[in-house]
């Protein structure tokens, strides 16, 4: 019964994921590159995504308010379900590793809808997509990253936070909004040499993928270092509560 569910939800999540990149790809055939265009087609698609894979959504607090201005969306990192959990809620382009690019149709859709791609190994590679950042930052979209730059199993602490975001935070004077997601059970996490495959099937063969979210408040700075701490504070005093 689990495989056969796992085998229902992945069908339909290529369904999904197909259809609405082919709205997608025609609207710009027809009228040509449309970011924002793209981007609300891909959250309305996540938000019947979630509920058909079985993933059960409790929101601590309120969602951020995304007629603000641009912000940098940080929080702590357990699974490749984390950016679509998040973007499910607000407007934003994520940053991703590069290999999601490869990925089949996730990696094509990924490149129709904004996300930025980073080789973390690569010195170039993240200086080139800082500037991205910076550049999509100014043109008033905000961006989604997780700057443990690795996933970490249900229950642990944040890991030390990247500098980058938060220097681009305070040179551009851009607000951080950190955001603590948690699972329920420990092996939805995907870390280690998990691959994706047996991972989709075993954590969508069951009935239900609780998962615990909250956004925190907007956080402003002028040093980085002490901005990456307060981020990092806000994320461990949530996940100290739901333990």
């Known amino acids: 019964m689990s495989f056969l569910r796992a085998l229902w939800r992945a069908l339909y999540f290529v369904f999904c994921s197909t259809k609405s990149l082919s709205i997608i790809i025609a609207h710009r055939l027809w009228k040509g590159p449309n970011l924002n265009y793209a981007l609300h087609m891909r959250r309305l698609c996540l938000k019947r995504l979630l509920p058909a894979l079985g993933i059960e959504i409790q929101l601590h607090g309120t969602l951020p308010n995304d007629q603000k201005g641009p912000c940098l969306l940080v929080g702590n990192h ?4 984390d950016p679509i ?8 382009l994520p940053v991703s590793k590069a290999e999601v690019a490869q990925w089949p149709l996730i990696g094509f859709a990924a490149k129709q809808t904004g996300i930025l ?4 190994e690569k010195k170039s590679s993240r200086k080139k997509t800082l500037q991205a950042m910076k550049d999509m930052l100014q043109k008033g979209y905000s961006i989604l990253l997780f700057p443990e730059a690795t996933t970490s199993a249900v229950g642990s602490k944040t890991l030390p936070l990247k500098p ?5 935070a305070t040179e551009l004077n851009i607000p951080i909004i950190p955001f603590a997601i948690e699972y329920e059970y420990p092996q939805d996490a995907w870390i280690g040499d998990d691959t994706f495959v047996p991972h ?3 954590c969508f063969g069951k009935k239900t993928t609780p998962i615990q979210i909250q956004y925190g408040p907007a956080l402003n700075g002028t040093d980085p270092q002490e901005l990456g701490e307060k981020a990092r504070r806000w994320i ?8």
């Open 78 to 81: 357990r699974s490749y379900l």
């Open 85 to 92: 959990i998040v973007l499910a809620d607000i407007k934003a």
């Open 117 to 120: 791609f980073v080789k973390r």
């Open 164 to 168: 980058g975001a938060f220097r681009l």
């Open 200 to 202: 989709f099937f075993r």
């Open 236 to 243: 461990d005093a949530r996940l100290d509560e739901w333990k």
